[in-house]
């Protein structure tokens, strides 16, 4: 995972291959969420409305209306706002926090 600053309050990430660093595309068997911080501090995110401090992710692509099918390869950038934590989760698999 790359992550990045998109701004004074959102970050940008995106998911790249561990060996070759090559940008990949979310597998689809995994979701994304954004999450509250795990040890937040007293109002720690009051900047965060209700309905973003846990909600799950989806690509800007996504969001732009593109079909599936017209996603290239390692073109999916994912946003989420500073004080969440975004998660992986599977089926199968632990949870993975970033």
């Given at each position: 995972?790359?992550?990045?600053?998109?701004s004074e309050e959102f970050w940008c990430f995106d998911f790249v291959h561990s060996e070759t660093l090559e940008p990949k595309n979310q597998p689809?068997?995994?979701?994304?969420?954004?999450?509250?911080?795990?040890?937040?501090?007293?109002?720690?995110?009051?900047?965060?409305?209700?309905?973003?401090?846990?909600?799950?992710?989806?690509?800007?692509?996504?969001?732009?209306?593109?079909?599936?099918?017209?996603?290239?390869?390692?073109?999916?950038?994912?946003?989420?706002?500073?004080?969440?934590?975004?998660?992986?989760?599977?089926?199968?698999?632990?949870?993975?926090?970033?």
């Amino acid at each position: 995972m790359r992550l990045w600053p998109a701004s004074e309050e959102f970050w940008c990430f995106d998911f790249v291959h561990s060996e070759t660093l090559e940008p990949k595309n979310q597998p689809s068997e995994f979701e994304l969420w954004a999450v509250p911080l795990a040890k937040p501090k007293f109002n720690q995110t009051s900047w965060l409305p209700l309905d973003l401090v846990t909600r799950r992710l989806y690509s800007l692509e996504h969001g732009f209306g593109e079909k599936a099918e017209d996603i290239g390869e390692g073109e999916k950038k994912y946003v989420f706002v500073d004080g969440q934590t975004p998660v992986v989760m599977h089926d199968d698999a632990e949870v993975v926090v970033f």
